[in-house]
């Protein structure tokens, strides 16, 4: 369609065309098309003012899809699914309100604040961090807040429901490590020690393991588990629950293995889907290959045996819950 030019005025020498560009985003070449004027009398090219067609905009885009980074409008939509202000998820972030806002507005953003953006976009861990940093907000509107995410997190995610009603979720005593129980990451723990293939004592051994161990070295647990005195060893309180559900909901799968002696088929647990290591913090990660890669040579009776050696196992009676206190004393 034709129009007159701003630049020299002609009427009706304005023509749409086609513009390709390439532009450097981050030391990488971006290629670009977009839409501009020609003007046929003064020669003048004018761009087409939107936001949409912008050249860098369009760039900005194009990286982010390339990068897997979120987008300015679904930045927009954590922070709006929350009811938080921008400067509200900015202290979160650590960031100044005006970068935030830059952010939305289609400015590019950091790759760490965009995992730390996708991080809090499962409302399982903005209610953590909330809980985790209520001096940020204040006791009224921490409160609000960890209110309105527990039902977002309910609703977002039936199977964590499902759980949290089934055994609590807010208990935190020495007894679960100090820290509240997490259904993600005993998910995320089972499917990152079964990645080959596990057996059920060994899962067991390598969760008590694991939070004990972090309790060790951090003074809190990892899981937010109950860990009780069986005769196989100290073991997840309801393992069999858990295992049962994730079998049910698809994130994990049975094996039978056949041991000709002594003439029994064990059950190897076999992870279908990848553990989301981001769910862990950099010590819990430590923590988790520490534990697999000590014990990834032990048969199920080995890591058995040696579990009924912990002090842990020893100073506790059949089916009493076992104090995290009991880490100190760890063999390892």
Known sequence: MEKRCPICE????ITKIKMEEDIDIRGEKIHVEYNSFKCSACEEIILESTPENDPLNIAYRKYREIH???QPEEIRDIRRKYGITQSELARILGLGGATLSRYENGGLQDKAYDSQLKLISDPRNMLRIVRDNSELFGEKRSNLL???LKKIAKDEYPLERCMEELFGSDERSVFTGYQVLNIDKILNCILYFCKDGLLKTKINKYLFYADFKHFKEYKLGITGVNY???PHGPVPNNYDIYLSTFLKN???EIEEI??????I???KYISKEKSMLYTFSDSEILVLSTVKEFFKAFTAKAISDYSHKEKAYQETADQELISYEFAEYLAF
Request: charged share 10%; proline share 8%; hydrophobic share 30%.
């Open 10 to 13: 002609t009427e009706g020498t």
């Open 68 to 70: 897997n980074m979120l």
């Open 146 to 148: 960890i209110s309105q």
């Open 228 to 230: 009780v005195h069986l």
């Open 250 to 252: 698809g994130y994990l």
């Open 258 to 263: 056949f041991y000709p002696d002594p003439n």
């Open 265 to 267: 088929v064990g059950e």
